[in-house]
């Protein structure tokens, strides 16, 4: 397994090792609702080491990205980042991105571990795009109190509305610093040289309101927001039409796989990823089969206990007929009764404070 | 001297099950708690039904997972620990007395024969890492 460069940080405070594609990541510190709820309370410390981060660099290496996906960055206002994902001819989704328009044409795009060997030669087929993965630490942290702490290491994250991104220094070191994150709480994602993270980690690590969260925090908290994770919830086999991504494709523009995305929006009749909750505390698991009155109509991609809507919820591909929300079904193989809900499923957020 | 309590029998399942007056009392083990994670629902018998040993009887679910909790021996389950549909949690935090699953009675005690003690659970829980 590949270790970040804060491995040994996450076996000194006892974090248990799990394989993340093939990355050495700690699944919990102190136990994953504890480490759910401190980020929904105070803030929370991740370590997204393993993530794809690439630099991209004047117009054509800009165009050329843009051909890729189906975000249009040439849309983007500097200062911010837009959501969206690489598709193959087909219309699946080999990994969702989100680029920041540091520039004009200064792009910092951000993907995921799992996918990186097929999307990093795709996105450097360009000269001036460079994968800047192995050389860059991925330090988060979430929550309210997210802000007020980070504002004492680097100033400049006050400037940062929900979305936006810049770059910043600390102890005089260039980084990116992002005001965005997966767990619905206000927060940063800061894109930082190996060499510091361990200093940068324990620094904030000294804030008595920061405490390390690991991967199974980090799922709990990006369910509850209906967060879709790539290589789980989609893959090359779902579009972006049923990934729920439906509002973040740049039909006004070319990209790989925009013919067949076009033709399956105008066949419709496909299914589509959708919030689900239980009347308890039992909660639904992936790869369960949906079933509509016995018959089976659709698939769990996500699924767990939700600590801070004290229920079970996941995320399930539907039929377009099922999801409107309060539609009850049923889930695996003791037919677990679930309901279709409404995005986000945890609603008091901080993210846009 | 193990690090479990010397007076509970050990199923490779990770149930422990102990003498409780004329019955017995059953949970799983703090090894058990401990690879689950935060326990968040526990599925309990109906008191009065009949069950054998390596019956699936109860269920538990965590965050991360969910598994079935299997019967130690034959018998009758007696009681079950309501205060488990509340607070699930109490199984992680006290895995061999609070956060007893349920209690059987009419116990098969030839099946308890068939158990681990809690040196050869302790052996049985090193080799698994």
Same mark, same amino acid.
């Given at each position: ?26 699944? *919990? ?99 001036? /795009? ?37 770059? /910043? *220094? ?61 290589? *789980? ?12 991504? =439906? ?107 | ?21 004329? =019955? ?48 130690? =021996?034959?018998?009758?389950?007696? /009681? ?50």
């Amino acid at each position: 397994m590949r270790r970040t460069p804060l491995h040994d940080e996450h076996l000194a405070l006892g974090g248990k090792v799990v394989d993340f594609h093939g990355w050495a990541l700690p699944v *919990q510190f102190a136990g994953i609702i504890e480490e759910h709820n401190h980020t929904r309370a105070k803030a929370a410390l991740f370590d997204c080491s393993h993530m794809g981060e690439f630099t991209i660099r004047g117009e054509a290496a800009v165009k050329a990205f843009g051909d890729l996906v189906c975000l249009d960055p040439l849309k983007i206002p500097v200062g911010r980042g837009k959501y969206g994902a690489m598709l193959t001819e087909n219309g699946g989704i080999i990994d969702d991105v989100i680029a920041f328009r540091l520039g004009e044409f200064d792009f910092y795009v951000v993907t995921n571990a799992g996918p990186l060997e097929i999307v990093s030669p795709k996105i450097c087929s360009s000269s001036d /795009a460079v994968d800047v993965s192995d050389d860059t630490a991925k330090i988060d942290i979430q929550g309210p109190s997210a802000r007020d702490i980070l504002a004492q290491e680097i100033p400049e994250c006050t400037t940062l509305k929900y979305y936006q991104a810049r770059r /910043a *220094q600390w102890k005089g070191v260039d980084i990116v610093l992002a005001r965005t994150g997966y767990t619905g709480e206000l927060g940063f994602e800061l894109f930082i040289p190996n060499e510091i993270s361990v200093d940068l980690w324990r620094k904030l690590l000294t804030y008595p309101d920061v405490k390390p969260a690991g991967l199974g925090a980090r799922d709990t908290l990006r369910t509850e927001m209906c967060y879709g994770l790539s290589g *789980q919830d989609f893959d090359e086999s779902r579009t972006p039409l049923e990934a729920g991504m =439906a509002s973040f494709i740049a039909w006004d523009k070319d990209f790989v796989g925009r013919h067949a995305l076009a033709k399956k929006r105008d066949a419709g009749g496909y299914p589509v990823l959708t919030p689900i909750k239980t009347s308890d505390r039992r909660a639904p698991r992936h790869e369960f089969e949906v079933k509509n009155n016995g018959e089976v109509v659709g698939v769990v991609t996500s699924g767990t206990f939700g600590p801070s809507v004290g229920c079970g919820i996941g995320l399930a591909y539907i039929p377009e007929s099922l999801t409107r929300p309060g539609t009850k079904l049923t889930a695996g193989p003791r037919d677990l009764e679930i309901e279709t809900t409404t995005i986000p499923i945890y609603t008091k957020g901080t993210c846009r404070v | 001297m193990s690090q479990y309590p010397n007076n509970c029998k050990y199923t490779k399942e990770h149930e422990w099950i102990r003498a409780d007056g004329a =019955a017995y009392v059953v949970g799983i083990t703090s090894f058990a708690a401990e690879q689950l994670g935060d326990v968040t629902y526990v599925d309990l018998p109906k008191p009065g039904k009949e069950v054998k040993q390596g019956d699936s009887t109860a269920a538990v679910e965590s965050v991360k997972a969910a598994s079935d909790i299997y019967a130690p =021996a034959g018998g009758r389950v007696s /009681a079950v620990n309501d205060a488990l549909a509340d607070a699930p949690e109490i199984v992680n935090q006290s895995p061999f007395d609070d956060g007893w699953f349920f209690k059987l009675e009419n116990v098969n005690a030839a099946d308890l024969d068939s158990l681990m003690d809690a040196d050869a659970y302790e052996k049985y829980v090193g080799a698994q890492h």
